[in-house]
């Protein structure tokens, strides 16, 4: 059987900023009292009453520790899913573990933070996307509205990049080599903009978005044609009960408002609309998943510090449907 794998990329590797040392952009959702439905038993999953989660701590800003906690995006995610599935949650680290193998043994129901490059190799269904990443352009930006970038006029504007970075390769190959200035690090492109010194910064979209919003206006305004990256959630393979109970769920906070709001909070709002898939939540056979291409999707290979080497197949951008072999429930 082939390994899984779920996502794990130093996708900044220098910064001189700790990714969760951001002031402004932690925070708990407090506690309250819930009187909790289950909408899903055992055997679907593990524990009676408890949905068991895995996240990646080595994944900021999806997980990481705050003073010996777990936060991040996926953590208040899977937090709203087990709410929504009348279910306490328990998270569990699985940063350097085998996917497939935690999801088979059971030792988690599900597994946040999956991306298509490593979603071809895991033996289970995934659902999502929940979020799209990928090389994208920042700038600043007055209000919360996402501003129209015509990418046909980026030839004459001043942009930086990480050096050797996927993002800054990307560019190049939209308007030319030679055309995007290097700097040594993604804090260095932010804060080039952020002076004024360039119109636009070129970063992966999620990391990017979650080191901007310490700048005043500073926002992700453009994911780049043909690299963007599905995320999504991974489950064991024959768990159809749990894979139509998070499907449901995962849909019933996106339509609510939830999924928007935990995303506004980690990365902004005008980011958060950027990154926020629109794609239809789906599950779907992962061995089964390949590239989708149009408008904004595609297949792409990264290098560089920024996003680390790997093959990248794109997904989930608004008007672009799912794939044949998506079961749609």
Do not use: H
């Not at 289970?124 to 996402?146: D, N, Q």
């Not at 080039?192 to 919003?213: C, M, P």
Request: aromatic share 4%; hydrophobic share 40%.
């Amino acid at each position: 059987m082939k390994k899984a794998r779920v996502r794990i990329v130093a996708i900044l590797l220098v910064m001189t900023t700790s990714l969760f040392g951001l002031t402004g952009c932690l925070g708990t959702t407090g506690s309250r009292t819930l009187t909790l439905e289950p909408k899903v038993t055992t055997p679907a999953i593990r524990t009676e009453g408890m949905l068991t989660v895995g996240v990646d701590s080595t994944r900021a800003p999806y997980a990481g520790y705050i003073k010996g906690n777990l936060v991040g995006i996926d953590v208040d995610i899977a937090a709203a899913l087990a709410e929504q599935l009348g279910l306490q949650l328990k998270l569990v680290d699985i940063a350097g573990q085998d996917a497939t193998e935690l999801l088979e043994s059971s030792a988690v129901d599900v597994v946040m933070d999956v991306e298509e490059d490593g979603v071809q190799l895991l033996q289970g269904t995934i659902i999502g996307p929940y979020l799209i990443s990928g090389p994208a352009l920042f700038t600043k930006v007055e209000g919360t509205t996402v501003p129209t970038i015509d990418l046909t006029t980026l030839s004459g504007s001043s942009i930086v990049a990480q050096d050797r970075s996927r993002s800054l390769g990307k560019v190049e190959d939209l308007i030319g080599s030679g055309t995007v200035t290097p700097v040594a690090n993604l804090t260095e492109a932010l804060e080039t903009v952020n002076r004024g010194t360039a119109t636009y910064a070129a970063a992966d979209s999620i990391a990017g978005s979650y080191l901007a919003v310490q700048y005043t206006g500073l926002s992700c305004v453009r994911l780049l044609p043909d690299s963007s990256i599905g995320v999504y959630l991974g489950l064991e393979k024959t768990n159809t009960p749990l894979a139509e109970a998070v499907t449901t769920a995962l849909r019933d906070i996106r339509d609510n408002g939830v999924l928007s709001v935990v995303i506004s909070k980690w990365l902004g709002p005008v980011s958060a609309t950027v990154v926020f898939s629109r794609q239809a939540i789906v599950a779907l056979d992962s061995n089964s998943v390949g590239s989708l291409t149009g408008n904004g999707t595609g297949t792409g290979t990264g290098t560089g510090a920024e996003a680390g080497s790997e093959t990248n197949t794109g997904a989930g951008l608004p008007g672009i449907q799912p794939p044949d072999t998506v079961r749609i429930i």
